[in-house]
């Protein structure tokens, strides 16, 4: 199984972003999806997740600027990120809990964002 994130880069504060996450490979089904971030000289995060039925949970710091969606035909969850801050600023990795054989959380190899000032 790989999870394939795009979509991070170089934005003002206030702009926008939209992360994707696709997963591949031998999947029976996908369970929760989640985005995560670490910025540097912190520990990792929880963004945003979001379970297959689409019910949602945010970080305090992003209600209201950031959704988290998903594509269950797609094995895809996407992160739209507005009215970026430069404490948004971080490598962000997605996440997904996967039934294969067995339930096992998987990681996507992270993706930069950084928001300037």
């Known amino acids: 199984v790989q999870l394939q994130a795009s979509g991070g880069g170089l934005v003002q504060a206030g702009g926008s972003l939209r992360l994707s996450c696709a997963a591949s490979g031998s999947i029976f089904s996908i369970n929760a999806m989640a985005w995560y971030r670490q910025a540097a000289g912190k520990e990792r995060e929880l963004v945003a997740d979001?379970?297959?039925?689409?019910?949602?949970n945010y970080a305090d710091s992003v209600k209201g600027r950031f959704t988290i969606s998903r594509d269950n035909a797609k094995n895809t969850v996407y992160l739209q990120m507005n009215s970026l801050k430069p404490e948004d600023t971080a490598v962000y990795y997605c996440?997904?809990?996967?039934?294969?054989?067995?339930?096992?959380?998987?990681w996507g190899q992270g993706t930069q964002v950084t928001v300037s000032s």
């Open positions: 979001i379970t297959r039925g689409g019910n949602t």
């Open positions: 996440n997904a809990n996967i039934w294969r054989w067995s339930t096992d959380d998987y």
